[in-house]
């Protein structure tokens, strides 16, 4: 469940891709506040259906990077796609 500071990106959107979905409704947003968002577009008023936050451990510590662009294939699967980092 998505809390509701999460309900959208707190920076600038770096790149969204629609899914090839059966609805044609779902898209995954990246940006540079480390967050993947997967949303549907019939639900935007809910926020994300899915949150992803991505990270890099570092000399120990975990440290968010932000998102800049995405790639999805829907040959590879419905759940799998890759997310290029800062």
């Keep these: 469940m998505v ?5 959208s990106h707190s920076d600038p ?3 969204l891709s629609w899914l090839s979905m059966k ?13 993947v968002f997967w949303w549907d577009t019939r639900q935007f ?3 994300p259906i899915d949150t992803l936050l991505l990270t890099e ?9 932000g998102g800049s662009v995405i790639e999805f ?3 590879a699967g419905a759940n799998k796609f890759l997310v290029g980092t800062e």
Excluded: Q
């Design 73 to 75: 294939n829907a040959e």
């Design 3 to 7: 809390s509701p500071v999460e309900k």
């Design 23 to 35: 609805t044609g409704t779902e898209l995954i947003t990246s940006s540079t506040d480390g967050r």
């Design 45 to 47: 008023s809910k926020g």
């Design 13 to 15: 959107i770096t790149h």
């Design 57 to 65: 451990h570092v000399e120990g510590k975990d440290r968010v990077v």
